[in-house]
């Protein structure tokens, strides 16, 4: 059954250091997302990508913030300059369309900023 | 404002049980409702969706939408040991294809 990767599992970096965050998603599906969940806190939506642009984005998708879909299969998400509560575990999710279709999520990055 | 509430529980129920989970949500809008499972690090997993007034079954899964209550809800019948994990209530809106989700229930199934 075909399923979202993600890349690095764990990630450990300084504050201040960029982090590039990478996924894989459906082969077949059209949209893409990014979420984080801080711990013992709920999934939060970040952005979503559709056709190699930005469909929508939260509050949290500041200009640190970065997605790019550099080739056919990878979809990535940069912090430029990372700060203590950006550690978080960042989902990656993709569906076929928009709003009725399910999204389905990768295993996470957990990614702590010291 | 969006805010989709779950009760964070912790809900224990015996092996064989029943469980019921609940949500509700705020905005009139909404259009999809999913419900997922998150056992402890790791990633949200589909259990069912849910669009139209009414029940759907799926197994030991029922879910049940009332849009005019603006609730939505999950039965888990004959309960396991291995459905012991957080319940995740997501919502969708007409205008947009972001997932507003709850904080979620932590359901414990007593062996």
């Known amino acids: 059954e075909p399923e979202v990767t993600q890349t690095p599992s764990h990630q450990v970096t300084q504050m201040g250091q960029e982090v590039i965050l990478r996924c894989v998603p459906i082969?077949?599906?059209?949209?893409f997302y990014w979420y984080r969940q801080i711990l013992g806190q709920k999934v939060e939506f970040l952005v979503s990508?559709?056709?190699?642009?930005?469909?929508?984005k939260s509050e949290i998708f500041d200009d640190q913030f970065s997605v790019e879909r550099p080739d056919g299969s990878n979809f990535t998400l940069k912090i430029r300059s990372t700060k203590l509560e950006d550690s978080a575990m960042y989902f990656c999710?993709?569906?076929?369309?928009?709003?009725?279709?399910?999204?389905?999520f990768g295993p996470g990055t957990r990614l702590l900023v010291l | 404002q969006k805010e989709v509430e779950q009760n964070s529980g912790p809900l224990s129920v015996p092996e064989g049980a029943i469980a019921s989970l609940n949500c509700t949500y705020s905005d009139r809008g909404s259009q999809s409702f999913f419900w997922y499972r998150q056992y402890s690090g790791k990633s949200p997993e589909l259990i069912m969706s849910?669009?139209?007034?009414g029940d759907k079954e799926d197994g030991r899964f029922t879910a049940q939408l009332n849009k005019a209550s603006q609730y939505v809800s999950l039965l888990i019948r004959d309960s396991q040991p291995s459905d012991s994990a957080t319940y995740l209530c997501a919502v969708t809106l007409n205008t947009g294809n972001q997932f507003y989700f709850g904080t979620g229930t932590s359901l414990t199934v007593i062996p």
């Open positions: 999710a993709s569906s076929r369309g928009t709003v009725e279709e399910t999204q389905y």
């Open positions: 082969s077949n599906h059209l949209y």
């Open positions: 990508f559709y056709n190699n642009e930005i469909s929508e």
């Open positions: 849910i669009y139209s007034n």
